[in-house]
């Protein structure tokens, strides 16, 4: 690699096998449990179940994929759930009421505004972004409530359920719209996270926002966009949502933030910020998914399926913890 | 126990903190009833002693022994079961609670877990020895600094401890306060306490402690009866360096009417600078000696536009700059190393890479996106040119040795070709290798024409290395002299006296 004196490994370096499996050990979960359900059932195996179980996701995991920017770089954010609402209503209101494509961009644009707002009361008043998005949850909520008087809005407007519903060919297979908008946000947020100065500048200030501060980082924008960018996944998904269901409701996504965050934290991604992927809080949520389908394809009682996955993140959590640091 | 002349005894301690060596191979020994003192500069250890002995932190080798008991367990419990209690720097109480219930605190009279009566005659009695005159019913929150301490105090008497130690008990505190701590001391020895006290307050120590142990780069430079010294023999112990060192040779000083590459008027701030003067010319190396306290680390941020200029003007290049901000001045090609690495410098979630990108994102990339073949070439170049250890574009820079560290941080800012490199400690707490890199670098930099500000706490350091010094005490410059003409000695001889001048009058203070 270079000419520079080559050093044995040092003592502290531990086998690179348990290094593996603590890195990718949700990978080795997921494989499993893949298996596992294969074997169990001739119905999981199956391109339409899997597909159904992507589909499924899709909302969550474009939280989950934009919550890791907000998480790596030193925050948490509980108000996407309730971004979530306002954006499915406002959506639902202005596809009936306006135009269905504007509606479709409505959405994240209401999510960035809100987002930002978060944003920027978590730094100019320097309060923790858990206290501020707590409280923030609440206002949008409201706002969600008010907007709608409280009742669901239908929303069965062709031209607004494409990005929900359709379908394309590819490869021979039917795939879900709102699944190749998820990969495709998902392959966005890689790229930013790992290739651009912005995605660099969110590692330093999760990991140490002093010494991004005196490198010449403008800290406070770069979690003010972290934020923006939770708010607009959150509008996206509460799109996609009203558009498959066809009905906008202002209790949407309640729920959700803790869905978003529990899967961001089973992917890895340390809440103390500095460190974590994408792929990551994907692997996350297909995992939390792949439970709930196993258990109903498997007929399990359903009031399993939340105490299983509660178990299953405490038990990433206490791993992560017990590795040593330093 | 009781005949044990020894009260705490370290052998062979040594201490890591993620490949940084913090102790080593440390002895020391704390005889019965005396008030032992802890000194040396910030990063030498003592707190850090204090810690181990306190059992706070667990020594990675070595044996710490109480009393001629050998020491296994080392937790803050433990450690009271040994009668060794520790009061720290940042006092542990429960503001909301009250003086008794904190004094009492997890040792309340109780039957069966309830809790009853009793508390209050066990604080009078308590109360006869220390003779401090608090209200066991006010809230700790409304208590001065000095008068928590005195809760401290009084619950680790409440804990049978007969081995206080003391971590900067004074730091913030006024000189009567001050005064009044020690003269409770003196209490607690006429009573066969033993006391160890951790300070850098040098003028203190001598007044009240019988014996010290000064501390340098995390090992023990010397024990002594407090009777023996001085404050300029501590001061040389706690700074001298051996002189096994090779000191590169310095580029030539560019000429006097050279035009500066920053230049401070009269300038002051909030953090206590007044009236600061100064120039730094291209290729040319600048010293700040003074004192801990004396206002280095606050004139380097105030160059570097961390801490906002309240009077005076700064110029960069010839031109006024008005509110400047970190982000501005490395723009304008500023550059800081902090002094504390670990808190200020490196990111140490991160790898070595990404470190060194991290002040000079937008020369290895275009709109935004990362160019990572130049990036890599660069961090290469990087680690071939400093040495640094281990030699991976991604290595896992928390796990690197200080010195290696250092280099990682002096990379970030070597890739920036700043035209004024400000240094705050750069050779803290690393090997003798990587100090003479290090010292190599700085002259490497002023030969290829960027204006050095160096900070050090070792003055053999700024004296051979820089070209010409500005000698600071309180917060200002009082003295510029060409660096080859200073020695050590001098340079100590003309601070203290210039404190002395300062502070004729009161008592006098080593450090603000």
Redesign the interface.
Known sequence: ???????SR?P?QRPPVLEIAREYGILVIIALLLIGLTFASDSFLTPRNLLNILNQSAPLAIIACALTFVIIGGGFDLSTGAIFGVAAVSAGWIAIHVDPMLAILVGPVIGMVLGVVNGIIITAFNVHSFLVTLATSLVYRGIAILITDGKLIPVRIPEFAWIGRSRVSLFGLEVNVAVLVMLAFMVLMMFVLN????G??V??V???S?????????TRLIVVITFAMSGIASGLAGVITVSRISMAEPQAGAGMELEAIAAVILGGT?IM???GAIWRSVAGVLLMALIGNGFNILNVNPFFKDLTTGVIIVVAVALAAASP?? | MPGEEIAVRVRGVEKSFGGTRILEDIAVDIGRGEVHALVGENGAGKSSLGKIIGGYYTPDRGRVEVWGSEITRFTPRDALGHGVAMIHQELQLVPALTVLQNVFLGQESNRAGVLTRGDRARFAELEQTCNFGLDPDARVADLRIAERQKVEIMRAIARDARIIIMDEPTSSLTEDEASRLHALIARLKAQGKTVIYVSHFLDHILANCDRVTIMRDGAVVRSADIAGETKRSLVASMLGREADILWPELPPAPGPDAPPVVELRDVSTRAGLSGISLVVRPGEIVGLIGLVGAGRTEVARAVFGADAITAGQMLIDGVVQERLSIREAVEKGIALVPEDRRKQGLVLTQATRPNISLATLGRISRGGILRNRDEIARTRDMIRHFGIVPARVDGRVVSYSGGNQQKVLLAKWAVARPRLLILDEPSRGVDIGARQRIHEFITEMARAGTGVLLISSELEEVINLSHRSYLMSEGRIFAEEPSAGLTVNEALARVFAEQDRHSAGQETRAHE
């Not at chain 1, 690699?1 to 050093?7: F, K, N, R, V």
């Not at chain 1, 290739?195 to 912005?198: D, E, M, Q």
């Not at chain 1, 002093?210 to 403008?218: C, F, Y």
Request: charged share 30%; glycine share 14%.
């Open positions: 690699m270079s000419d520079a004196p080559t050093l040092r502290d290739r651009t100065t912005f660099r500048k590692f330093a999760g990991g140490n002093e010494a991004a501060l005196l490198s010449g980082i403008r340390s910020g500095g460190a640091k330093r």
